[in-house]
């Protein structure tokens, strides 16, 4: 028997990455090199959150949680997304919590999708929604964003990526990897389409807390119409640090959270118990540690945007998450030459922007959760690089 | 949060940034970042630029000690002119006005043990306002001004894609 062979071909469908070589060289680097390349917080979760992990395990908090979740941690979500985003939402039976924001997605995808759906995503785009949407055997129709509409999703293009089979749409904004937001007004547009459609929303709102003035976060299922046909996926790795922790949650229309959460308990069971408790002390008492992450954030992120203009390559001002996604074709390489021809030559890892997609070909992803000294060494080592290579 | 508390929460953690620097992080106009230390540094909103050093690791290596001084208020002058009396030696590191137990926190460094005893038995305890002193050495420092002496400094997230 070949194992091979027992492969589902949904699974056999989904190629291994071709941005794992890139990853293989980044990790065999030795001294002297930075990356920029991973996406996730270079800060350690706030002590007050640890400390109430490890007072929960002192307590002997070892045991399973509800399969949705604590009681206790689905309200401080409700009041929390009140608070900070006005939406409003039942504890009981609107909240699910889940391992990350990732599995909220895939969830919520095979909660919605039958075989031959269709699923409707802009891209570029977090590299999980295009897999998991194959994986609940949904047909995948993309939606390109454009660096001259600051990859914003253009209401016109979703128009015609919409059809009588569309389940579903993903939207990701802030976005990983291009730092774009969406904007009300913006929004507003999208939603006048998503109205004539009967297409759920999967809002991927990770980075919501990653907004950057003058820009504010909206979430679309603030918009009366889009309340109940829109699952807000949200949690606690970017904006709390705690990307190893693996929790975060997905909130909606009872009868969609319902079966998200029969999905969760059969292949889950439940949320790491640790997690939650340190999630709970995240939500009551850190808005000042995410402010000062925020702040520290923000200010990274115009010495990126300023250094990366500096060595000639154009790029939007990215108002949300950890990414700037400069233009790379004034150098004449593709996305893929850039970043194998920088890391060999100045030792700096950024990722490809076709990694997320046809429409990142011509970019790079550079992330900025990583200390400023660091930061500033790369972009100094950026500058040396284009500089041969801009006519 | 203005220009100068934004400046001044940036040069309290690094004392190095250059206006330019600091123009590129916030947003505001280098000239006006400038301006603005300039004027602080006049006002002496902003005393001093100093650096967090773990001695430890170098060949010079002094003692600390916390002294809690109890002292008689003059009348007219308060608690002032005998902190004044006391700040003034430059082995006085910090002194605050303290409420609770105790008037003054003394802080001194010095080369030795015996030095900063003799400091506090030469110096402060003979003061006729001093009512009594008590001297606490400190052993280890774990944080000062915010620093954490033995940080986690190394980044060793390995390359993952996400």
Request: hydrophobic fraction near 40%.
């Amino acid at each position: 028997m070949n194992p091979e062979q027992a492969l589902s071909r949904r699974v056999r469908s989904i190629r291994p990455s071709a941005i794992r070589r890139f990853f293989d060289l980044v990790n065999g680097m030795k001294d002297g090199a930075i990356s920029l390349s991973i996406g996730e917080p270079d800060f350690v979760t706030p002590w007050a959150i640890r400390e109430a992990g490890i007072h929960s395990l002192e307590q002997g908090h070892t045991h399973y949680s509800p399969n949705a979740g604590f009681r206790e941690l689905r309200t401080e979500i409700c009041r929390y997304l009140d608070r900070r985003f006005a939406l409003r939402y039942d504890p009981d039976t609107q909240v699910v919590v889940t391992v990350g924001g990732s599995e909220a997605i895939d969830l919520a995808l095979r909660a919605l999708v039958d075989p031959g759906d269709e699923v409707v995503v802009p891209e570029p785009c977090f590299v999980s929604y295009l897999s998991c949407a194959v994986l609940a055997d949904a047909k995948v129709v993309t939606v390109p964003c454009y660096a001259e509409d600051g990859f914003k999703l253009d209401p016109e293009r979703l128009r015609a990526a919409l059809s009588p089979r569309t389940k579903a749409v993903v939207l990701g904004f802030p976005s990983n990897p291009t730092g774009a937001v969406m904007s009300r007004d913006e929004l507003a547009k999208v939603v006048e389409v998503l109205e004539g459609s009967d297409a759920v929303v999967i809002s991927d709102e990770l980075y919501a807390e990653l907004t950057y003035a003058p820009a504010t976060h909206c979430s679309i299922a603030s918009f009366p119409s889009m309340r109940d046909r829109t699952v807000v996926v949200n949690g606690f790795s970017k904006s709390f640090a705690m990307t190893g922790w693996r929790i975060g949650y997905a909130c909606g229309p009872a009868p969609i959270l319902a079966a998200m959460n029969k999905i969760h308990q059969y292949a889950i069971m439940s949320s790491p118990t640790t997690a939650q408790y340190a999630a709970i002390e995240a939500l009551r008492s850190c808005d000042a540690e995410v402010a000062a992450m925020v702040a520290e954030y923000d200010r990274r992120r115009r010495v990126v945007v300023d250094a990366v203009r500096k060595a000639g390559l154009s790029c939007f001002d990215p108002l949300g998450a950890f990414y700037v996604f400069p233009d790379i074709r004034a150098t004449g390489l593709t996305s893929t030459d850039f970043c194998e021809t920088f890391l060999t030559e100045e030792k700096v890892a950024v990722v490809p922007g076709n990694a997320f997609g046809g429409p990142g070909e011509g970019f790079v992803r550079i992330c900025y959760a990583y200390s400023i000294e660091n930061i500033e060494e790369a972009m100094h080592r950026l500058q040396r690089f284009t500089a041969g290579r801009i006519k | 949060m203005g220009i100068r508390e934004t400046i001044l929460g940036l040069l309290e953690k690094d004392s190095r940034l250059t206006a330019e620097r600091i123009a590129v992080m916030t947003g505001f106009p280098e000239a006006q970042v400038a301006a603005e230390i300039a004027a602080m540094e006049k006002e002496k909103v902003i005393l001093a630029y100093g650096a967090v050093v773990d001695w430890e690791k170098t060949d010079r290596d002094p003692v600390t000690a916390l002294i809690e001084v109890r002292i008689t208020p003059q009348r007219g002058q308060g608690f002032d002119r005998i902190a004044h009396r006391i700040y003034s030696y430059p082995e006085v590191k910090s002194c605050y006005l303290m409420s609770g137990g105790f008037d003054l926190m003394v802080i001194i460094e010095d080369a030795s043990l015996k030095s900063v005893a003799r400091f506090v038995s030469e110096r402060i305890a003979p003061l006729d306002s001093v009512i009594s002193t008590a001297t606490h050495f400190i052993l280890k420092k774990y944080k000062m001004q915010g620093t954490e002496f033995a940080p986690k400094s190394e980044d060793d997230r390995e390359a993952l894609f996400v």
